[in-house]
Structures are given as C-alpha cells and as structure tokens.
C-alpha cells in the first residue's frame, strides 16, 4: 500500500479504496476485498480512520484522488459519513449487505463473500 496514495507505475487514474473496519463478516470482507483489489493494481487501499481523525494529508489525498471507493460493511455507512462530514464528494459508496452477504458478529468472512465484494468494486471501476 502507498502511503501517499499513489497508483502504481503505469495507471492514470488515481483510485484509493477505503475499507469499513467494523467487528462483524461484512468489515471483513470489505477488508480483504480492498487488499486483494491494492494486491492486484487496481486502486491503493488507503486509512479510512485516518480521515476520520482529521489528518489534514490523508484528507488531502482523498480530495486529489480521481475516485475514491468506499466499501461500507453494513447500513451504519460509518465510510459515506465520514466522507460526507468532510465534505469530500469523489466517491463512490459499496456497501457489502447490499450485496446480499448478511451480516454476523463473531463469524470470519469466506472466501465467497469476499470475492462478491472484489467483483462489484471491480464492476464500478471498469
């Protein structure tokens, strides 16, 4: 993961992934899904809780940034709010019940449930 977030040598759109980092399934595999999306070179996965804090160059890259793609576990929309609080509006907003994966407390994500979610952010960045 850059730091900074920039995109790998090559791409011309700057994409950070931002991942719910809640207790249930669903933060999970919002998780994995950024990581494996950042692994690939589709988007640098980037501190959501960094923007929640306030940090004036995290929030500075997310304003810069052609696109950032925020991947919410469930209805609490802790990423939309976050980004709508700062008022930062180039996002788009996935959220990993709507993708028919319920939510469970206390229960590990699979594997399936995680690349439901890497197809759909896949989808959006196509």
Same mark, same amino acid.
């Given at each position: 993961?850059? #730091?900074?977030?920039?995109?790998?040598?090559?791409?011309?759109?700057?994409?950070?992934? @931002? +991942?719910? +980092?809640?207790?249930?399934?669903?933060?999970?595999?919002? $998780?994995?899904?950024?990581?494996?999306?950042?692994? #690939?070179?589709?988007? +640098?996965? @980037?501190?959501?809780?960094?923007?929640?804090?306030?940090? $004036?160059?995290?929030?500075?890259?997310? !304003?810069?940034?052609?696109?950032? /793609?925020?991947?919410?576990?469930?209805?609490?929309?802790?990423?939309? !709010?976050?980004?709508?609080?700062?008022?930062?509006?180039?996002?788009?907003?996935?959220?990993?019940?709507?993708?028919? /994966?319920?939510?469970?407390?206390? /229960?590990?994500?699979?594997?399936?449930?995680?690349?439901?979610?890497?197809? !759909?952010?896949?989808?959006?960045?196509?």
């Amino acid at each position: 993961m850059a #730091e900074n977030g920039d995109q790998p040598e090559g791409e011309d759109k700057k994409v950070l992934l @931002f +991942s719910c +980092s809640g207790a249930a399934n669903v933060a999970e595999a919002a $998780d994995k899904a950024c990581r494996c999306l950042t692994y #690939e070179g589709c988007g +640098s996965m @980037f501190c959501l809780a960094g923007l929640g804090a306030g940090d $004036d160059e995290m929030i500075r890259a997310a !304003r810069e940034a052609d696109l950032n /793609v925020v991947v919410d576990g469930c209805d609490t929309d802790c990423g939309k !709010r976050i980004f709508d609080r700062i008022g930062i509006g180039n996002y788009v907003q996935i959220k990993v019940t709507d993708l028919d /994966v319920p939510k469970r407390t206390g /229960v590990p994500a699979t594997d399936e449930q995680v690349a439901v979610v890497v197809k !759909r952010v896949r989808r959006e960045l196509d």
